[in-house]
């Protein structure tokens, strides 16, 4: 009859830390972001060409003072909504389709801590995304001001907001749905969204709609600290956190893993 010494098993199997499952799961979710050619398009290339080209070539009039003043903040908006809304709508509804998220459903990661993972892999990817546009603005003459916490705050609520509305898209919608959805939203709130175009520019009907919109009401707010040295913007921080609660209520509510 044989017996086993201790330690023949060790590391006896088991799920890693909470923490380490996390980590590992955001490290692969930002690898994977990062090396998808539509998702750079999007998160990277996008609002640079933009920046640049808007900043250099006057095409719209975007009022007294400097044109990069005015659009640096629009652009900064725009790269959170694409990273958080768009890019995500579009990967985890196609990681719907191919059963990815089921077969995630059944690992040891509870499905709180895989959403975890997607939002640190959206945040540290929106870093390099401010650090990027921040530098290319200094270049073309940007003069920031205002309080950087304020900034943060309404970067981190139009986080909130886009990515529960990205995820109510991906978990709801089919995947070819979600893509043509996810890219019109993109376009339509480039355009009315505040972010090239003032929304001054628009009538007096449409700028009350257009100004309760997330990406409206993000651009606005980061305008006016960025570009007028203002306060706290209570307004568009209020706009924010109600589709921040609306938008990850819902997405909690009827997103579908399968």
Known sequence: MSTTTAGTYTPKPGAAPLGRMIAAQAALETKMLLRNGEQLL???????????????????????????????????ALAVMSTAFTGQAIATGFERRYGVLKRLAASP?????????????????????????????????????????????????????????????????????????????FLLLLVGGGVIVPLDRFPDAAQTVLGLLPISALSDGLRDVLRHGAGMPWGDLGILAVWSVAGLAAAGKFFRWE
């Open 42 to 76: 999007l998160t990277v290339i996008i609002p640079t060409l933009l920046l640049v080209l808007f900043s250099s070539v006057d095409i719209v009039d975007t009022g007294p003072g400097e044109a990069v003043d005015f659009l640096a903040p629009g652009v900064l």
């Open 109 to 185: 990661l509870p499905r709180w801590g895989l959403m975890t993972a997607k939002t640190v892999s959206v945040l540290v990817t929106e870093v390099l995304q401010v650090v990027l546009l921040t530098v290319i603005a200094f270049a073309l003459g940007w003069s920031p001001h205002g309080n950087p916490f304020v900034v943060l705050l309404l970067l981190v609520l139009g986080t909130a907001a886009f990515s529960g509305l990205g995820l109510l898209m991906a978990g709801t919608l089919k995947a070819e749905a979600t893509l043509a959805a996810a890219n019109l939203v």
